[in-house]
T-cell receptor, first 112, second 114 residues
Framework: GQQLNQSPQSMFIQEGEDVSMNCTSS?????WLWYKQDPGEGPVLLIA?????ELTSNGRLTAQFGITRKDSFLNISASIPSDVGIYFC????????????FGTGTRLKVLA | GAVVSQHPSRVICKSGTSVKIECRSL??????MFWYRQFPKQSLMLMAT?????????EQGVEKDKFLINHASLTLSTLTVTSAHPEDSSFYIC??????????FGPGTRLTVL
């Protein structure tokens, strides 16, 4: 099935550093979601974005809906060990579908 | 709010048997439920979308006779893997939505077919 390109694929960072990841699409989306998945568990919703240019925060996490509507960004500030996991973006197109397309994932590892 | 449960969390079965996985929205009514499959270190791949009281819509390449989906109520959907084979071993995750908004995921079911 169709997938969104997510970058970077994986990253190792030091505790306390800031993290940035992005998701890009060839299609226009009207909703972006960001999830975190721990091993052996289902994804947990972090942030939902509904408008182009929207910037939304959830604690140390901030996500933005790109102005072109073809991309989205997630930033994590002052990373801590429990931020370890896989982060997925998900986008829904403007065609009125209920379906979301998921990104390829960014695997984050935090070094204490 | 927006809690989704899945049962069982793990199941091991013999080749040729059928396995049923339940997905429940615990504190909201889900107009739509989705079933995904995830292989190790890969993203989620949508298998099918189901709406309460109607037939599920399957993604291209997903066998509807093999993966039977029943969305019996606004809080329950089931996925039955019929005549399971080792290649069906995977992590199956459901999600539920109240409409044109976020999807909330269950904890997943690890299926191992021997």
């Amino acid at each position: 099935g169709q997938q969104l390109n997510q970058s970077p694929q994986s990253m190792f960072i030091q505790e306390g550093e800031d993290v940035s990841m992005n998701c890009t699409s060839s299609s226009i989306f009207n909703t972006w979601l960001w999830y975190k998945q721990d091993p052996g568990e289902g994804p947990v919703l972090l942030i939902a974005l509904y408008k182009a240019g929207e910037l939304t925060s959830n604690g140390r996490l901030t996500a933005q809906f790109g102005i072109t509507r073809k991309d989205s960004f997630l930033n994590i500030s002052a990373s801590i060990p429990s931020d370890v996991g896989i982060y997925f973006c998900a986008g829904r197109s403007t065609s009125g579908t209920y379906k979301y397309i998921f990104g390829t994932g960014t695997r984050l590892k935090v070094l204490a | 709010g927006a809690v989704v449960s899945q049962h069982p969390s793990r199941v091991i079965c013999k080749s040729g048997t059928s396995v049923k996985i339940e997905c429940r929205s615990l504190d909201f009514q889900a107009t739509t439920m989705f079933w995904y499959r995830q292989f190790p270190k890969q993203s989620l791949m949508l298998m099918a979308t189901s709406n309460e009281g109607s037939k599920a819509t399957y993604e291209q390449g997903v066998e509807k006779d093999k993966f039977l989906i029943n969305h019996a109520s606004l809080t329950l959907s089931t996925l039955t893997v019929t005549s399971a084979h080792p290649e069906d071993s995977s992590f199956y995750i459901c999600s539920a939505s109240r409409g044109f908004d976020e999807q909330f995921f269950g904890p997943g079911t690890r299926l191992t077919v021997l």
